[in-house]
C-alpha cells in the first residue's frame, strides 16, 4: 500500500535579520548593531547567521573586555610573530568595528573602554617585543689594519698585521699580529717584542746579500747541522714503551730532582702513593703496570733536566717522552679515562715542552688536555659529583687546577686564545692539604697561615682570574680593549698578587715555609704576565709620554723575572741576598737545559733591557758621559753568556744567541759613538764572529752523533747497575751480578 505524497518540505532561507528584530518581528535595518537594537539598549545586536559571531551571542560587552584583555595576557608567553599573528583577534575586530561604525552613537564610556583596551594590547606587545630582542653589543671599532712584510737572510719572513681600532672617535686600541711561516703569534706572543729589533736586520741586510759576506752561508749551514742533531736524538716513531729503567741510584736522583722543582708548582702526583708504587718496582719480582712505568719515564724524564749542568740524559729523556706519547696515543682511548693516566698526560704535556719534543706546539696539545678532562668531569666540584674518599677529592681538584694553570701558560706564550672562562668550571682550588693528611679518612685541612705542599699551587690559583683576563684581553679576536683597561688589569693583577705574598710572609719562621726555588718560580709566573701585558705599549713608550708607566712597568718586571731566576746574576751583586748554591744550580739548570714557558720569560727580559738601554742612549743629548744605566748593560752581557749557554745545554736554533750578538754589538756602537754609517760593518762582523762559533760547537757535536760516541756521562761512583737499552755504555764500570736491580728487568 502506497501512502499518498505529502506537501513537499521548503527550505528555510537563512535569516537576515539579528535576533531581536526577527523574536519581536519587526523590520530589522540590518547594520550592525541595527537601529531597534541602538534604541532599545537591552542585548547586544547579534545575527544568528554569522557563525562567528555563535560564540559570542550571549556575551555582553563587559564580558568581551575581558575575553580581549585575557588574550592580551596568553600573547605576552608567545613568540613576537605569533602574536602579530593573532592580532587582531575576534574581540579586537568586534571592538573596532562596533567603535567605528556607531561613534555617533555609542556612549562616551564604551568608547573610553574600547580605547584602554587598545592601549592595554599595545603596551603588552612592546613589553613582549622589548623582552625577546636581544640586547645590543656596544660599538665595534672601526678596524683599519696595515700589514708590513720583514724579510733577512738570518729572521726569515715575517709578515706583521698592525692593526689599529678607532673607538668613539679619540681612543685608539692597537692589535698587530705576527705571522710567520704557518703559524699566527697574538699580542702576548715574543715575537711581538722581537719586532721591535727590525732595524737590526734592516740595517745589515744588504751587507748579506753581498758576495763578500759568509753570514747568510753560516746560517743555512747551521740549519742543515740542527737538523742531523736532532735527528740522532730522536728515535724512530711509534716508540714502544720498554721495561728498561736507568739504575737505581741515577733513577732515585732523578726522582727526587723532579719533585723538587716541577711538582713543587704543578701538583701532578700524590707523592706517598707515588713512592710507594716506585719502592716497590725495585723489590718486587712481578713486572710493574704498563701504566705506570709510563708515568715513572715521564716523571725520570722531566727530572733529567735538572740532573746535570748540561743536560747529558737529554737522548734517553726525549726516549721516554716518544715511548709515554706511543702510549697514550692509542685510538681505543677509553681504557685511559682514569686518574693515572690523566696524571701521565700532564706530565707528556710539562715534558714535551721542557724538553722541546715539539714543545712548540704545546697550546694545541693543552687544548686536547683540557678537553679530556671536562669529558672526566673534573671542571665539576666533586661535591656535587657522587661520593669519594678525600684522596680521589684533592687529586680531582689538583689535577684541574694544574690543568687550567698549564692552558693559561701555554696560550700566553703562545699567543693564542685561552678558550675558556670563569664560567666553564665549578671545581673548588685545591684544600691546604699535606700529601700525607690525604691519607687519613676524614682529613682537615690546615689554615691559610699554615704552609703545606699546595701551598704555591693554591697561590697561583688565587690570581687566576686577573691573568686569565689578561691574556683574554691580549688575545681574543674580540677583544677591543683601551690603554685605561691594560692600566686596571694592571693594577688587579698586582693588588691580587700582594695578597698573596703576605700570606707568604706570613707563615712563622720556626715552620715549614716556601724554598726559594718556590717563591722565585711564583715570583717569575706573575712578572712574565705583567711584562706581557705591557708589550704592545713597549714601542710607543719610547716615543710617548702617555705611556710612560708601561716604560717603567716592563723594564722593573723584566729584571724581577730575571733575577727571580738567575739569583746569583751579577746584575744583583751589590744588593741581592745571599742564594744558596743547589737553589741556584736547580733554577738555572731548569731555564738553560729546558724549553717553553721560563726560557721565553727569559729572552722577554733580555729583550726589555736592550729596547730600554737602546732608548737611553739615543735619547741623551749632552755632551758630557753618558748616563746609561751601566747595571743594565753588565745583564746585557750575561745575557749573551746565558744565550751561550743554552746551546752548549743542546739548544739546535742559533737564532736567539745571534740576535742577542747583533744587539750587543749595537748598544757597544752607541756607547762609543761609532758613526751610523760604520754601525752596519760592526754588526756583520758580530753575526759572522757568533755563526763561526755555533758551526764548530755544532759540527763536533754532529761529528760525534756520527761515530756513535753517547754524549750522556753518568755518575761512576753511584753503587748501582744499568738496565738494557741506553745505558750499554757503562757496563765495564759495573759488575752485572754484584748490582742491585729488579729481577724484572734483568
Known sequence: MISAPGPERRRRRPAVSCSLCRRRKIKCNRESPCSNCIKSKA????????SS????????????????????????MLPPDAVTSQVPSYASRSLLSSARDSSSRTSQASASEVESLK????QLEEQLSSATQPAESPPRPSPNSRIETSTSQIAGTFHINHERRLLHDSQFVNRNLVIHKSRLFGSSHWAQAASMFRDVFEMIEPFIRGSGSKASAGIRRCKELARIIKTQRTPQWPTPPTQDLPPKGVADELVDCYLRTIETTFRVLHVPTFRSEYDALWVSEARPSIAFTVQLKLVLALGSVTYDERFSMRPSAVRWVFEAHTWLSDPDFKPQLNIQ?????????????????????SWISAGGLLRTALHMGLHRDPSVLPPRSALAVEMRRRLWNTILELSLQSSISSGGPPLISLGDFDCAPPGNFDDEQLLAEDPVP???????????ARALRGTYPQRLAIVKFLNDLSSYGTYEETLRLDADLRESYRAICRILRGYPSNGPSPSQFEKCMLDFIIHFYVCCLHIPYIEKSLRAPAYAFSRK????SALKMWCAIYPSSRFMSNTRREISGSVENKLTRFVECGFGFFRTGVIIAAMFVTLELKAQLLDDDSLGPSPYRVDLFSLLCEAKDRCWNMIQCGETNVKGYLLICLVTAQIEGLMHGVEPSKLPELLLRAAEEAEDRCLDFMEEKADLGRSGGSVEVMDESA????????WEFIVSVCNLENCSMPTAFR
Not at 446 to 456: G, H, L, M, R, V
Not at 719 to 726: K, S
Open 719 to 726: 753503587n748501582t747497575a744499568p738496565f738494557m737499552g741506553d
Open 446 to 456: 690546615k689554615s691559610d697561615d699554615e704552609y703545606t705542599q699546595t701551598a704555591i
Open 53 to 76: 559571531s555563535r560564540p559570542q551571542q550571549h556575551l555582553g560587552f563587559n564580558q568581551t573586555l575581558e575575553l580581549g584583555l585575557c588574550k592580551a595576557s596568553e600573547r605576552q
Open 119 to 122: 592601549t592595554k594590547i599595545r
Open 43 to 50: 542585548e547586544p545586536c547579534v545575527y544568528e547567521s554569522d
Open 553 to 556: 712597568v716592563a723594564i722593573e
Open 341 to 361: 693516566c690523566l696524571q701521565s698526560r700532564i706530565l707528556l704535556l710539562l715534558a714535551r715542552e721542557i724538553i722541546n719534543v715539539g714543545g712548540d706546539s
